[in-house]
């Protein structure tokens, strides 16, 4: 039997990546390369929708396949590429468009959230859904927050099939429990993302003192007793979710283990055990940003390994739907 195939995708925008897209997805990203045929890929042509500065953009870019390989994506086991070199992206995302109904896809929460903005924002899931059929992925590992788009991925694959025959794999998602959603260290009712940046938000590759303050300082709740309780404690069960995922403690473990002893010396733990965690990634980004040549030869193999499987998927795609081949 072949290996099951996964695929994934990241986003080139802030000043990198953070805590949560590490814990919410890019180590099971990692993980997953021994069992299964792996495609993970920069998401260059989603980041467009927030108008990013081009020097930026192709910065960020290069920083984000070192990071990357620094948090243990393999490229002799997974095919790592940028979406943009690969134009059938942006093809079958316009022949998806034609299936999706408007009211379909201003329902997603993604783009309601943001108050609207440019039509590649209200497009963004249906090129998401594009990249991972492209691929005929079975497994998508993303955090919870990506869980409707992959509803809405599902949703087309099964009525381009149903239409056009059998074509699309339709993908399971592989989001993780909701304990993996990490939080703002600032303000534990919303999400760590890149956009919010300032205190809250941890980013991987940041200097160890930075780390250890923004933990430190991380809010916590009334009361002085360890407990997980997302209503009552969302600051406590933020900070005791990445201490059980970064030391691989189950979280009535580490309650038990902080009975009695107060929030300072719980926190002083969480913020060693995630420098502890980023060391080796901080120490191998260094040497992976300072050797661009490496970077880009990495995704030009990437691509090609990725070019197989998409102009396959693409040319079945166009012979599916009736479009006439050039002669
Ligand atoms: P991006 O770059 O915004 O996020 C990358 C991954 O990190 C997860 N994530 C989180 N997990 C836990 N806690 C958090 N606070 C947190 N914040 C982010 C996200 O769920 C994601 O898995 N739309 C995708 C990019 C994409 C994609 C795809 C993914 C484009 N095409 C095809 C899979 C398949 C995104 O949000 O990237």
Redesign the pocket.
């Known amino acids: 039997m072949s290996r099951p195939r996964v ?5 080139p ?1 802030g000043a990198g ?5 590490y ?4 180590r099971y990203w990692a993980a997953m390369q021994d069992e299964s045929e792996c495609f993970y ?1 920069i ?1 260059d042509l ?1 980041a467009l929708t927030v108008s990013p500065d081009p020097a930026e953009l192709r910065e960020r870019t290069r920083r984000l396949i070192a990071e990357l390989l620094a948090m243990g994506v393999d490229p002799e086991r997974s095919s790592l590429f940028a ?1 943009s070199h690969l134009p059938e992206h942006t093809e079958l995302a316009w022949v998806l468009s034609c299936l999706t109904g408007f009211g379909e896809a201003s329902r997603m929460t ?1 783009f309601k959230d943001k108050g609207g903005g440019n039509v590649g924002l209200f497009n ?1 899931p249906i ?2 859904a594009a ?2 059929l492209l691929y005929q ?1 079975n497994a ?7 869980r409707q ?2 509803e809405l991925t599902r949703d087309l694959a099964q009525r381009f099939n149903n239409r056009y025959g059998e074509t699309f794999t339709v993908p399971d998602p592989y989001v ?1 429990k909701s304990a ?5 260290l600032q303000d534990p009712t919303a ?4 956009s919010r940046g300032g205190p809250g938000t941890l980013w991987v590759i940041e200097d160890d003192q930075a780390t250890t303050k923004k933990i430190k300082s991380a809010v916590t709740d009334t009361g002085r007793d360890v407990v997980y309780g997302v209503a009552e404690k969302p600051g406590i069960s933020n900070l005791l979710t990445i201490l059980s995922v970064a030391t691989g403690k189950a979280v009535p473990e580490l309650e038990g283990a902080y009975a009695g002893k107060g929030y300072g010396d719980f926190k002083t733990d969480v913020a060693e055990a995630v420098v502890e965690l980023f060391a080796p990634v901080r120490r191998r980004f260094d040497e992976l940003v300072a050797d661009p040549a490496y970077l880009d030869q990495v995704l030009a193999e990437g691509a090609t390994r990725a070019r197989e499987v998409a102009v396959a998927t693409m040319a079945t795609v166009r012979e599916r739907v009736g479009l006439l081949a050039p002669a």
């Open positions: 695929l994934s995708g990241i986003q925008t990546k953070h805590l949560g897209n814990l919410g997805a890019v890929f998401a989603h979406q993604q963004y090129l998401q990249d991972i992925a998508v590992p993303v955090g919870e927050d990506q788009h992959l993780q993996d959603r990490i939080k703002d999400k760590m993302s890149t």
